[in-house]
């Protein structure tokens, strides 16, 4: 009987050595999507370990953390949120509860938030339809202007944290911020012929890339949700109407809806993926998109 007690706890003692996780030695950094990873990883250097929420491909407004990575996650010490995003909405607070000493930085509080997907050109300047007021669309790091108040928040928060790193801190936030100033100004030059250009979208990931160039986005999902046979018909109508040359269909969402689409519109589709971690060669693929005739 005594050999099989002590033969149970062995093999007990080695599963419980075998599911312990890495304790880090560095402080640990949190974001949701792997664009806003990319940036901390550009500022933090060496100096802090970054993870990713999210993993690539998956669907940030719905995707289910695994028990495993909500371990991970109870190490973190900071964790960058979107702010309104689907799995932020569901799993922040019960993250909240389990590690009551993590700082969560919620980089939406100084964007100028949109609240509505759907933009039109009236008397020649952009309006927005304003559908779910307690719900601004929470795509913020798709326009290069608002990733650089996203990315200086993250760098203020980040000397605040570390103050023995702040010159490390600014050299590579000064070095990050020229560099989407200079994406910035370039979309503005690249996009100027395209004002008022509409271009269609599965899911609306594009409002703000949208609102800060002057472009129409049509959004086949209504504020997110699945389109009914009446709005389908009417953004068929819609795009025809201002000439769509292109669908974007991102790559967490069924491409099916979308293709049929394009075949009523007459237009190409085009694949994205928004939450790239190179996020700036997405934008400019993006771009190249919307300026192709």
């Not at 491909?57 to 995003?85: K, T, V």
């Not at 590579?172 to 269609?200: E, H, I, N, W």
Request: with cysteine; aromatic share 8%.
């Amino acid at each position: 009987m005594y050999r099989y007690i002590t033969r149970f706890l062995i093999i007990w003692a080695v599963v419980l050595s075998s599911c312990s996780y890495h304790v880090p030695s560095r402080p640990v950094v949190a974001v949701t999507i792997p664009p806003v990873e990319s940036w901390v990883e550009a500022l933090v250097g060496d100096r802090m370990e970054v993870i990713c929420a999210v993993p690539a491909g998956g669907n940030p407004e719905s995707y289910d953390l695994p028990p495993s990575a909500m371990a991970q996650l109870s190490n973190c010490n900071l964790y960058f949120s979107c702010g309104y995003l689907g799995f932020e909405r569901a799993w922040l607070p019960r993250l909240e509860a389990n590690n009551p000493q993590m700082q969560l930085v919620n980089l939406a509080d100084n964007i100028e938030l949109i609240y509505g997907t759907h933009h039109h050109h009236h008397d020649g300047e952009t309006c927005t339809h304003h559908h779910d007021e307690g719900a601004p669309d929470p795509h913020i790091w798709c326009s290069p202007r608002r990733a650089r108040t996203m990315v200086r928040s993250i760098y203020e928060t980040l000397c605040r944290a570390d103050s023995a790193g702040v010159a490390e801190y600014r050299a590579r936030y000064d070095s990050l911020d020229t560099r989407l100033a200079r994406l910035d100004s370039l979309l503005m030059q690249r996009l100027a012929p395209c004002k008022g250009r509409a271009f269609t979208v599965y899911h609306p990931t594009l409002t703000y890339l949208a609102a800060d160039y002057g472009l129409i986005q049509l959004s086949l999902e209504p504020d997110g949700k699945s389109p009914s046979p009446q709005h389908f018909r009417h953004m068929v109508d819609e795009a025809r109407h201002h000439g769509v040359k292109v669908v974007f269909i991102q790559r967490e969402f069924d491409p099916r809806q979308a293709e049929t689409f394009a075949r009523e519109v007459g237009c190409r589709t085009q694949v994205i993926d928004p939450l790239s971690h190179d996020w700036e060669t997405e934008i400019n693929r993006i771009a190249d998109a919307i300026t192709a005739e």
